[in-house]
């Protein structure tokens, strides 16, 4: 499956932003969806992820209450709505596919598939 993050751009802190990762190839329906970002000189952490239903939904505990995590299988899209940005949350966003179907997990190496990520850059 081909993953493809888009959305990021410059937005001051407080604004909200939504990403979306888009699949081409095959349908995410089986996928566990993950959404990491890797800031300058750091390591590839978990943001949130989403099992086959919307219910699943898993997230960092510095992003709890600020974004969401949301798929559209009629789309074959993963939206990620954040809000209430902090100059903290500036990143390359990526999004990954997990062929496990039944955990949500935030280890990097787990997910198989792998989209461009998109710049988040939050700053006044």
């Known amino acids: 499956v081909q993953l493809q993050a888009s959305g990021g751009g410059l937005v001051q802190p407080g604004d909200s932003l939504r990403l979306s990762c888009a699949a081409s190839?095959?349908?995410?329906?089986?996928?566990?969806i993950g959404w990491f970002r890797q800031a300058p000189g750091k390591g590839r952490i978990f943001v949130a992820g989403?099992?086959?239903?919307?219910?699943?939904?898993r997230y960092s505990d510095s992003v709890k209450g600020r974004f969401t995590i949301s798929r559209d299988n009629a789309k074959n899209t993963v939206d990620l709505q954040m809000s209430s940005l902090k100059p903290e949350d500036t990143a390359v966003y990526y999004c990954?596919?997990?062929?496990?179907?039944?955990?949500?997990?935030?280890?990097?190496?787990?997910?198989?598939?792998w989209g461009r990520g998109t710049q988040v850059t939050v700053s006044s």
């Open positions: 989403i099992r086959q239903t919307n219910s699943s939904a």
């Open positions: 190839g095959r349908t995410l329906i089986p996928y566990t």
């Open positions: 990954a596919a997990d062929g496990n179907r039944f955990i949500t997990s935030s280890v990097p190496q787990h997910y198989n598939y």
